[in-house]
């Protein structure tokens, strides 16, 4: 029979041992995930994390895990969020009592939604599925070799973004807002906060933000960063986000072009590699970002908690 209660420092090490064998088999199954992880830093990690994780025994065996942290932000409600090394099982009833036992202590701590990340192919999604997660988002990951950089159309040009541009780019924003299925209209206040966010994004030294102009306007934009240390992304890997071209020009090239352009810069200051994310209801990104080559690695899952 099957028990779950939270963890205690004598199960770190199999749920240790658990991870590593999941995240290596994760990478032989998908070779863009980077299966290096340090036990021992995992381990040390783990015991922090006793009353967030839970542990699956079958006859005194550990059979399966949960790790889910409870976050939330002014503008995102309280979340449960799990990574690709936060959940193992042995077969789907472990799961289900597993996210029975996680589920309740989240909602206990005001969480309205579990988010978990798991390996993009059916064998990982369904135990999931049959509980009622939906995949809500793809994490996409390519490998940068040297290649050649298309062309803008003619008249289209590519610098970096200016403090002047803000209003084309908040017009930019809503163009992925409604690619994304979120129309909403955005407040005053809201509007205000999204430009003070852009202009600083402007003054930090580790973001790029590229933008297309055209007959003096801004006609699209790209934003890069470097990926902040995670579990199953290599280091050196640039993340890509906010990409967007005006529904005037789209289909004729200019995110080709501008992202070749953009992974030409990266690639020679050292990347090695590039991420995005896209939405799995956003058909236009879901059909633009394999054909342009990123490989679809995990994806988030999505489950409401009330
Ligand atoms: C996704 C998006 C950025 C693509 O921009 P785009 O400039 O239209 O992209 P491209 O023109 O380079 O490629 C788009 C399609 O046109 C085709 N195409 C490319 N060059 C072309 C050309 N010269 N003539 C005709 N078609 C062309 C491509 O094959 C591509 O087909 P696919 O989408 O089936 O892969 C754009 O659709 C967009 O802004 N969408 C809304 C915002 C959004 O969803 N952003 C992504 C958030 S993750």
Do not use: C
Not at 28 to 51: C, F, K, M, Q
Request: zero cysteines.
């Amino acid at each position: 029979m099957t028990t779950v209660r939270t963890l205690q420092p004598n199960d770190a090490r199999a749920v240790v041992e658990r991870i590593v064998h999941q995240l290596s088999d994760d990478a032989r199954r998908r070779p863009l995930v980077n299966a290096h992880l340090d036990g021992e830093v995992l381990y040390e990690t783990i015991l922090h994390a006793t009353t967030s994780t839970w542990v699956a025994f079958d006859d005194g065996t550990v059979v399966g895990h949960l790790y889910g942290a409870v976050l939330g932000d002014p503008t995102h409600a309280l979340a449960a969020w799990t990574g690709p090394d936060g959940a193992s099982f042995d077969d789907a009833d472990v799961l289900t009592q597993l996210v029975r036992d996680a589920s309740a202590s989240w909602r206990r701590a005001g969480a309205a939604q579990h988010f978990s990340w798991t390996l993009d192919d059916d064998e990982h999604i369904d135990p999931w599925r049959s509980l009622g997660y939906e995949p809500l988002s793809v994490r996409g990951v390519m490998k940068l070799l040297e290649r050649d950089v298309r062309a803008l159309p003619a008249g289209l040009s590519l610098r970096a973004a200016r403090p002047a541009d803000i209003d084309q780019v908040l017009e930019l924003d809503h163009v992925i807002d409604v690619a994304q299925g979120e129309p909403g209209a955005v407040s005053r206040k809201d509007r205000h906060a999204i430009r003070r966010e852009i202009l600083e994004l402007l003054e930090d030294p580790e973001v790029k933000h590229y933008v297309v102009e055209g007959d003096g306007n801004v006609l699209a934009q790209a934003i890069t960063f470097p990926l902040p240390a995670r579990r199953g992304s290599f280091d050196e890997t640039l993340h890509l986000s906010e990409v967007v071209v005006h529904p005037s020009v789209q289909g004729h090239g200019v995110a080709s072009a501008m992202i070749d352009a953009v992974l030409d810069d990266a690639r020679r200051e050292g990347y090695h590699y590039v991420e995005a994310q896209w939405r799995v209801t956003n058909e236009q990104a879901s059909s633009f970002w394999p054909r342009y080559g990123l490989a679809p690695t995990y994806v988030r899952l999505a489950r409401s908690l009330t």
